[in-house]
């Protein structure tokens, strides 16, 4: 089992920045492939960046460029820097861990967070 813990949300103005962290317990840290999903009401987690054990790092288009995803195996926690936000990246942000090969898809994850919220004004 591995539990995950998200901070960091809040509410910026467009253009700001944001750092999310997830703190995992539980088995050990650094053979998880690691992600975070976002959702808005009524629509389905989107992939937003993930992050391999090895440290390989995939980004949904909407963000590449903006946001840039690391982890931290010494402190087990996974981060994601948010740049220039805009509007439409409001949403509850969530971490997830998977045992297996990296994913981009909610489904293929085992593990996930609470969630924080993001929202940013224009």
């Known amino acids: 089992q591995v539990q995950l813990v998200e901070s960091g949300g809040g509410l910026v103005q467009a253009g700001g920045s944001l750092r999310l962290s997830c703190a995992a317990s539980g088995r050990t840290f650094n053979n998880y492939n690691v992600a975070w999903f976002r959702q808005v009401p009524g629509k389905g987690r989107e992939f937003v960046a993930a992050i391999s054990w090895t440290g390989r790092r995939t980004y949904a288009d909407s963000v590449k460029g903006r946001f840039t995803i690391s982890r931290d195996n010494a402190k087990s926690t996974m981060y994601l820097k948010m740049n220039s936000l805009k509007p439409e990246d409001t949403a509850v942000y969530y971490c997830?861990?998977?045992?297996?090969?990296?994913?981009?898809?909610?489904?293929?994850?085992?593990?996930w967070g609470q969630g924080t919220q993001v929202t940013v004004s224009s």
């Open positions: 997830a861990a998977r045992f297996l090969s990296a994913a981009t898809t909610p489904v293929s994850y085992n593990y």
